[in-house]
């Protein structure tokens, strides 16, 4: 029996189906992350397991016990959502405290366990600042302080860093990352952000209009989608029916659902030792430079292909200018899963 049982989940808001039975497990200590685009019920279903909103039918099990119609905070569940809701009047080490003493207790036990949340989240010397006067990175982990000094059993993220800048994010994720570790937590974590899902988690789900469109690690995630919707959504992938496929190569494969090519697995072949299962012309349309990649879009036979390669010091081909490329059978890959007619 796994530690969290989604079974059978099915929510509606009136006629609108948000969660389509959807089952998922979740083992204790996983760091699972529910990714998806805006509007695909990855927050509803966190709800859901928090109790803050009631399913329509199906069951929730965790550590062995049917908590679906448990009151939230008879859950023992920790949340941390993107907007940090902090006391404004309190300081951080009475936001962090409150909890415990409307629980009521003993002064000596609050003060050790806000001392420990206070080290963990790396808040030292902060203890008596306010919330307006730490940055929004800070008061996020005042906010983590707050849920992991209650020793969650699980402890739910819902987009915990959207609202903060591309450089803390990063030194906030690996803190996230740490705690998970070093408590041993198990986390369930909310993002539309693929890298994010990618840097953080044990397993992703993915999801698509209430539905689980693929489950596995990140790595498998993005080396073998198994939709045109988890391609496109995780890798960038060029998506291409069978026809186009025999259009830019010349060859055909038998995959009825279309063959998916990551931009960075063709090569622009500048030796002819280079090329490898399929080689092809095309013509530069425009580059786009994005960070450290440079991404070519390129006319190969009237099919419009991204190729991306690292941007090292200039734009090294010309639009205009005429290629030979070339791509392994490995890396085109069949995609095994019809696109689901959505209800
Ligand atoms: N309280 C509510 N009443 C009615 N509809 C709702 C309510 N909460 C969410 N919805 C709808 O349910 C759907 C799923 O919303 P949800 O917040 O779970 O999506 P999400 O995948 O987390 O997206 P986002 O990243 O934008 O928050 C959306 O269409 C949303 O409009």
């Given at each position: 029996m796994s530690y969290?049982?989604?079974?059978?989940?099915n929510k509606f808001y009136g006629k609108n189906q948000v969660l389509k039975d959807i089952s998922l497990n979740i083992e204790k200590g996983q760091f699972v992350t529910l990714l998806g685009?805006?509007?695909c019920g990855k927050s509803t279903l966190l709800r859901c397991l928090s109790g803050l909103e009631e399913i329509s039918s199906g069951r929730i099990i965790m550590d062995g016990k049917d908590i679906t119609n448990l009151e939230p905070k008879d859950r023992n569940i920790g949340m941390v959502f993107q907007h940090y809701s902090l006391f404004p009047n309190m300081t951080v080490e009475e936001n962090i405290a409150f909890g415990l003493k409307m629980q009521k207790k003993s002064k000596e036990e609050i003060k050790a366990k806000v001392d420990s949340a206070i080290q963990i989240v790396e808040l030292e010397g902060k203890e008596k600042a306010y919330p307006e006067n730490l940055s929004g990175g800070q008061q996020q982990r005042v906010a983590l302080a707050r849920s992991i000094v209650q020793q969650p059993k699980v402890l739910l993220l819902d987009e915990p860093l959207s609202a903060i800048d591309a450089k803390l994010r990063k030194s906030?994720?690996?803190s996230i990352k740490q705690i998970h570790k070093d408590l041993g937590l198990t986390c369930i974590f909310v993002t539309h952000d693929q890298d994010e899902a990618m840097v953080m988690s044990d397993t992703i789900h993915l999801f698509h209009e209430g539905r689980i469109e693929q489950s596995s690690d990140p790595i498998t995630m993005y080396t073998s989608p198994v939709s045109q919707f988890a391609a496109a959504f995780i890798g960038n992938y060029n998506i291409l029916s069978r026809e186009q496929f025999a259009a830019v190569t010349g060859k055909k494969i038998a995959s009825e659902n279309g063959i998916a090519i990551r931009p960075e697995t063709i090569q622009i072949?500048?030796?002819?030792?280079?090329?490898t299962d399929y080689t092809f012309d095309g013509?530069?349309?425009?580059?786009?430079?994005?960070?450290n990649v440079l991404q070519y879009?390129?006319?190969?036979?009237?099919v419009k292909m991204k190729v991306d390669v690292l941007f090292r010091s200039k734009v090294l081909f010309e639009n205009g200018q005429k290629l030979r490329l070339s791509v392994a059978d490995h890396n085109c890959i069949r995609i095994c899963r019809k696109e689901q007619k959505r209800l």
């Open positions: 969290i049982e989604f079974q059978n989940i685009p805006s509007g906030l994720q690996n072949v500048t030796d002819p030792s280079e090329e013509v530069i349309i425009d580059n786009t430079p994005k960070g879009n390129i006319n190969v036979n009237g």
